[in-house]
């Protein structure tokens, strides 16, 4: 198999096991072994291999195990450093984003778009459609973050929004009150008030993050 061949395929398996974890069919602590993903997805151990290296790096896998991998389970540590993470990054590009004028009708218009989606798919409340609105979820605060237009920032918070909603998908919290604080975001922009989205993005955040450490907390007292 030419090394072209092997990444495309090693690519495509990383693609396909990272959309199984965020959608909640690999829950935390799941084992991963090279042979049952092989067998399962008719490739051969080695692209799946690779895989599973990119999702360690991801901070979605954890290995050292002595067969394989397994999803990473997130403790109330890790909640805590991510949501400190994303507090620090996702302020300071409404700031940033604000200050280069790249708050635009463009970026409201698709931003009101993704929130409206976002909504839609929470009111189905099934499994699937959580998994869908978080991804209308991620989109809406990676547009937030890209408006600064820095890459590597983008792409570190891409990696840290992938974990918190990993986390999330397996310890399911109440979802009713994430559209009007997303509107809220949304409003501020809307009325060109740095300091007015910043506060809402800010109570956002801060909730979220805190109920996400409730659930943390009530899953290992089980």
């Given amino acids: 198999m030419s090394n072209v061949i092997r990444a495309t395929l090693s690519e495509q398996v990383h693609q396909e096991l990272r959309a199984r974890i965020l959608g909640g069919l690999l829950p935390g602590g799941h084992r991963l072994l090279p042979e049952e993903l092989a067998n399962d997805l008719a490739i051969s151990q080695t692209p799946v291999k690779e895989a599973l290296l990119r ?14 991998a397994a999803v990473r389970r997130f403790t109330l540590k890790d909640v805590e450093e991510l949501y400190e993470a994303r507090i620090f990054v996702e302020l300071a590009s409404i700031e940033a984003a604000f200050a280069r004028g790249a708050v635009t009708p463009a970026l409201l218009a698709d931003l009101s778009q993704t929130l409206e989606q976002h909504a839609f798919h929470l009111a189905r409340d099934t499994m699937t459609d959580l998994t869908t609105a978080l991804a209308f979820d991620r989109k809406f605060h990676q547009k937030l973050v890209e408006a600064r237009d820095n890459a590597v920032i983008a792409g570190w918070h891409q990696r ?19 559209y009007g604080e997303h509107r809220d975001i949304l409003d501020g922009l809307k009325a060109g008030s740095v300091t007015q989205a910043r506060a809402a993005l800010e109570r956002h955040l801060q909730r979220s993050g805190q109920a996400l450490l409730d659930n943390v907390r009530r899953a290992a007292a089980l």
Avoid: M
Avoid at 55 to 68: N, Y
Avoid at 168 to 175: C, F, R
């Fill in 55 to 68: 999702l360690e790096a991801d901070g979605l896998v954890v290995s050292g195990l002595r067969k394989g």
């Fill in 160 to 178: 840290i929004l992938a974990q918190t909603h990993t986390a999330y998908v397996y310890l399911v919290n109440d979802t009713s009150r994430v």
